[in-house]
């Protein structure tokens, strides 16, 4: 398979484009692989490319039940960010962060990172001294931070509501300038494509339907494409996790939401960064095409329709007005929804399980779109060699029982609030 470079681009330019060659194989799966990975998102792909790449376990598939990036993966709002101000979070986060700033060239696709910053807006004092508190904790760790006050705010982002009777007041702002987006199909399939030139098997429309055993331990897969038998296998489903995980007999403190995003139709340039605002938990963005990107928080209920309800459509609809008032007389283009899986204190979860053979990734709530990469090279390292990284060590499944909680936004015990 050839290497992506200006010279081919040229030269397949100069020959009508006709001789690309596929991005990667659609083989039949084999009788037994090394490592089975399930799930073919984000997660399930960076796994079974950096086994290959970091670790030189080339015999994996992964079992995908639909189409690769047709999850959440394909599905969110796509901001990248590392202000995390937990113990366990900070590292791991930062570690994302840097492998994103290099995965253009590591996977020879361009994944279209872009680094135009991120700003959190705070609408109280107290919220100022949360949000300073955090950006000290960045800082101290080495990641980049900036606090910034109503008048810096309002020279940067002139467009929110500055007015004496705004519903959300705007007091001032954390900016991490590294932070930003990044094109979420292009990352799936830039992974996809390294992973197959590794000779990862990528296996669409094979949904795992059960666990085969030896005794206690697992030893490959039951799918709607056959037995595969395994040495090690890998759960990296998302919202489909604790359903997964069930059929192996396992219970988990997940619960799986629906989260929707919403496009607006195509505007000229007018947001060059990323916004979230804490109050009313609502972030925007502008894509490439033009159109404003933006949620809210998840429906309240558990689901794994992917669709959402009216009443949260209607609470980012307000909150998108109230915030930036120019945008009242925006038309509304496109709103889906994914499932996410939401712990309980709104941290991931990347371990060997209890169960033998048995690895587990899932648990990423709002956040597993910019952790992709750590994600990945974390879980590899961790089927690979039976121990945690140094950076997903605090992400047990037994910190639960253990009170070992990492609670980035203190909300307590409640999946729907994290
Ligand atoms: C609307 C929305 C906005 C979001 N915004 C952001 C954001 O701005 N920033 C951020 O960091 N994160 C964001 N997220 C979260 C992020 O998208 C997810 O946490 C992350 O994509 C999850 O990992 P994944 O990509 O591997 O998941 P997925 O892409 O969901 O991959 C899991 C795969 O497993 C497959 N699967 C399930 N069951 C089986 C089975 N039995 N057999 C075989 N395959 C199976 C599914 O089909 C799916 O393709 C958002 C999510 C949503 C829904």
Redesign the pocket.
């Known amino acids: 398979m050839s290497r992506y470079s200006a010279f081919t681009l040229l030269k397949h330019g100069l020959s009508g484009n006709r001789g690309w060659p596929r991005a990667w194989r659609d083989p039949e799966p084999k009788p037994h692989y090394d490592v089975v990975i399930?799930?073919?998102?984000?997660?399930?792909l960076a796994t079974a490319y950096y086994l290959a790449a970091e670790h030189g376990i080339h015999n994996v598939a992964v079992?995908?039940?639909?189409w690769?990036?047709?999850?959440?993966?394909?599905?969110?709002?796509?901001?990248?960010r590392s202000n995390y101000m937990m113990p366990g979070n900070t590292g791991f986060y930062e570690l994302s962060l840097k492998l994103w700033e290099e995965l253009s060239r590591d996977l020879n696709y361009n994944v279209m990172f872009s680094q135009r910053g991120q700003y959190n807006i705070c609408h109280s004092p107290a919220q100022m001294d949360a949000q300073r508190r955090r950006g000290n904790v960045m800082r101290a760790n080495g990641i980049d931070a900036e606090l910034f006050d109503r008048a810096e705010v309002q020279r940067r982002l002139p467009y929110l509501d500055y007015s004496p009777h705004a519903r959300f007041p705007v007091h001032g702002a954390l900016f991490q300038g590294r932070a930003g987006n990044a094109r979420h199909d292009a990352v799936v399939w830039g992974y996809a494509r390294a992973a197959d030139r590794q000779g990862v098997d990528l296996i669409q429309q094979?949904?795992?339907?059960g666990f085969i055993r030896d005794g206690e331990r697992i030893v490959g897969v039951e799918?709607t494409r056959g037995p595969i038998r395994a040495g090690k296998v890998g759960l990296?489903?998302?919202?489909?996790t604790s359903?997964?995980a069930g059929m192996a007999g396992l219970r988990l403190p997940i619960e799986t939401h629906a989260?929707?995003?919403f496009v607006s139709e195509p505007l000229k340039p007018m947001i060059d960064t990323v916004i979230s605002f804490a109050t009313a938990h609502f972030?925007i963005s502008q894509s490439d095409k033009g159109g404003l990107v933006f949620?809210g928080a998840i429906d309240m209920y558990n689901t794994y329709a992917q669709r959402g309800g009216l009443p949260v459509v209607e609470d980012v609809l307000a909150a998108a007005k109230a915030m930036i008032p120019s945008v009242s007389r925006v038309r509304l283009l496109r709103q889906?929804?994914?499932?996410?899986?939401m712990t309980m204190d709104g941290s991931p979860i990347i371990t060997k399980t209890p169960i033998d053979g048995l690895y587990l990734n899932g648990g990423?709530?709002?956040?597993?779109?910019?952790?992709?990469p750590a994600s990945g090279f974390c879980f590899a390292h961790t089927i690979a060699t039976d121990r945690p990284h140094r950076e997903n060590a605090a992400f047990t499944l037994d910190r639960f029982a253990k009170g070992y909680q990492i609670e980035e936004r203190g909300a307590g015990p409640h999946p729907n609030a994290q």
Request: hydrophobic share 40%; proline share 0%; net charge neutral.
């Open positions: 399930v799930g073919g998102g984000g997660h399930g079992l995908e039940r639909g690769l990036g047709g999850g959440n993966a394909g599905r969110n709002t796509t901001i990248v094979c949904e795992v339907v799918t990296a489903v998302a919202g489909h359903h997964v989260l929707q995003a972030y949620g889906w929804a994914g499932v996410m899986d990423w709530c709002y956040g597993g779109f910019k952790a992709t």
